[in-house]
C-alpha cells in the first residue's frame, strides 16, 4: 500500500496533528452518541503511547466560514475526555497566536482539541495560507477521517502536503478493507449493488461492472434495468428516462465478462406501508396498479448461489423496501447468508452506505461481516473508482 501508517512516523515528543472526524449528534451541549469518538480512541492511544502529543483537527456541522457558536467542538471536551482517558484542552481557533500558544503549553499524555476548521472560509477552499498556518502547530499530519477524504479541504488535502503524513488507524483500517474488496480481490468478486435509484449510482454501476465477476442488482434501482429490456414495472419506482443508460451499463457488462444478476421474481404490492398485501411474481408480471418491492425467494436463491461460490462481496444499496416489513425478506436473507460464510472464513465481505448500513443492522448481520464502513460520501467515490483528494494527499 502507497501511505504511510504510524507504525513510519517517529512519534517521540512530536506535536502530531491529527484530522478527525467526530461529527456525533449532541443535544443540550452533551454527545448523545459517541460511536464516532470511540472510533479514533486506537489512534490517540497509539500516538500517546509513543510519546507523541496529539493535536486533533476536526469540522463541526457546516459553518460556512463563519465563527457559529452551535458548531463549536468545545462541548465535545468532556465525550473525548471519557473516550481517551487523558486530559482534553481546548482552544477556541485551529490557527494563529491562539492555537500556537494552546501548542506551547501541551505536555506529555495530554491532548489538545482545536476549534471547528470550516470557521475559517479557507477550510473548504483550501487556502494554502490557512494550511501553512495549521502546519505551523505541528512536526507530522495523521489523518484519520477516512469519510472526510473525499473532499479537498486545507485540513484534510493542503495541510498533508506540508508535513510529514500518514494514515490513522481507522483510516488504515478503512484503506486495507476496501483494498481488499475492490483493488485487489480474491475472486470470484460479487457486487450487491440495490437502493432506490440509477441516476445515483451510476457511476458506481460503470465502475463495478468493469471490476466485479457479478453484479446483483436490486432495490428501486432494478425496476430502471427491468424496464429498459422492455417489461411494464406498473407503478413502481422507475427512472423511465435512465432506461438508455441501464442498457449501456449491461452492454458494457457484456463487454467485460460480468455477469449481471437482475430479480427473476418479485413481491408486489399496492400500498407502500409496512405490512401491506402483497404477492410474488415473475419480474414481468408486475400488474398495472402495483408496486415491485422487494426481490423475490427465486431471486434471493440465486444471490445465495452467487454467494456461495464468492470469495469476496461489496455491497451498497439494500434490495428492497427493507424499512417497511415484510419487504426486507430480499435484504435480511442476503444479508443473513453473507454474515454466515464470513463466519465460516469462506468470505470476505465489506459494505457501505447509509441506509445499506441500518439494513444491515436491523438484519443482524452487520457484526459478522468483515468490514462495515460507516463513511458515507467517501465510501460511495471511492466504489465509483475516483480517487480521493486525502487519500492521495497521504501519498497513496
Ligand atoms: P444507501 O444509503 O445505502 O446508499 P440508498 O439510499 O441508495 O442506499 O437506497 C436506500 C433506499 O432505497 C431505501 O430507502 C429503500 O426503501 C429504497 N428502496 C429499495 N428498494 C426499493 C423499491 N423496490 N422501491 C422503492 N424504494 C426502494
Ligand atoms: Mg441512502
Same mark, same amino acid.
Given at each position: 500500500m502507497g501511505w504511510n501508517t504510524?507504525?513510519?512516523?517517529?512519534?517521540?515528543?512530536k506535536r502530531v496533528l491529527v484530522r478527525v472526524d467526530v461529527n456525533v449528534p449532541v443535544e443540550n451541549g452533551v454527545v448523545t452518541d459517541d460511536t464516532r469518538i470511540r472510533r479514533i480512541v486506537p489512534t490517540i492511544h497509539d500516538i500517546l503511547a509513543s510519546g507523541g502529543r496529539p493535536i486533533l483537527l476536526a469540522h463541526f456541522g457546516r459553518p460556512k466560514g463563519k465563527h457559529v457558536p452551535e458548531m !463549536?467542538? @468545545?462541548?465535545?471536551v468532556p465525550a473525548l475526555e471519557a473516550a481517551f482517558g487523558v486530559p482534553v484542552l481546548f482552544c $477556541?481557533?485551529? @490557527?494563529?497566536p491562539a492555537a500556537e500558544a494552546a501548542v506551547a503549553t501541551l505536555k506529555d499524555g495530554q491532548v489538545l482539541l482545536l476549534e *471547528?476548521? @470550516? +470557521?475559517?472560509?479557507g477550510e473548504t477552499a483550501n487556502d494554502p495560507g490557512l494550511a501553512a498556518e495549521m502546519a505551523a502547530l505541528g512536526d507530522i499530519y495523521c489523518n484519520d477521517a477516512f469519510s472526510a477524504a473525499h473532499r479537498a479541504h486545507a485540513s484534510t488535502e493542503g495541510l498533508a502536503r506540508l508535513l510529514p503524513a500518514c494514515a490513522g488507524r481507522l483510516m488504515q483500517g478503512e484503506l486495507s478493507a476496501l483494498e481488499t474488496a475492490l483493488? *485487489?480481490?480474491? @475472486?470470484?468478486l460479487v457486487a450487491v449493488v440495490g437502493g432506490a435509484k440509477v441516476s445515483s449510482k451510476l457511476e458506481l454501476l460503470g465502475n463495478l461492472v468493469e471490476k466485479v465477476d457479478t453484479l446483483v442488482i436490486g432495490g428501486g434501482m432494478a425496476n430502471t434495468f427491468l424496464a429498459a429490456q422492455g417489461i411494464d414495472v406498473g407503478k !413502481? #419506482?422507475?427512472?423511465?428516462?435512465?432506461t438508455d443508460t441501464a442498457r449501456t451499463i449491461i452492454a458494457k457488462a457484456q463487454g467485460t465478462g460480468c455477469h449481471i444478476l437482475l430479480p427473476g421474481d418479485v413481491v408486489v404490492a399496492r400500498? +407502500?406501508? $409496512?405490512?401491506a398485501a402483497n404477492e410474488t411474481v415473475?419480474?414481468? $408480471?408486475?400488474?398495472?396498479d402495483a408496486m415491485i418491492l422487494d426481490a423475490g425467494p427465486e431471486t434471493v436463491a440465486r444471490i445465495v448461489t452467487a454467494l456461495e461460490s464468492a470469495k469476496t462481496l461489496i455491497w451498497n444499496g439494500p #434490495?428492497? $423496501? +427493507?424499512?417497511?416489513p415484510p419487504f426486507d425478506r430480499a435484504t435480511n436473507a442476503a444479508a443473513s447468508k453473507a454474515a454466515e460464510l464470513t463466519k465460516a472464513g469462506q468470505l470476505v465481505s465489506v459494505a457501505g452506505g447509509g441506509d445499506t448500513v441500518a439494513a444491515l443492522n436491523q438484519a443482524g448481520a452487520a457484526q459478522a461481516f468483515t468490514y462495515i464502513s460507516t463513511a458515507g460520501g467517501a465510501f460511495l467515490e471511492w466504489m465509483e473508482g475516483k480517487t480521493l483528494p486525502g487519500v492521495a494527499a497521504l501519498g497513496g
Open positions: 504510524l507504525d513510519d512516523m517517529e512519534l517521540g515528543a !463549536s467542538l @468545545r462541548p465535545l $477556541a481557533d485551529c @490557527r494563529g *471547528n476548521t @470550516r +470557521f475559517h472560509a483493488g *485487489n480481490p480474491q @475472486r470470484p !413502481s #419506482l422507475c427512472e423511465h428516462d435512465m400500498d +407502500f406501508k $409496512a405490512g415473475g419480474a414481468d $408480471a408486475c400488474p398495472a #434490495l428492497g $423496501a +427493507f424499512e417497511i
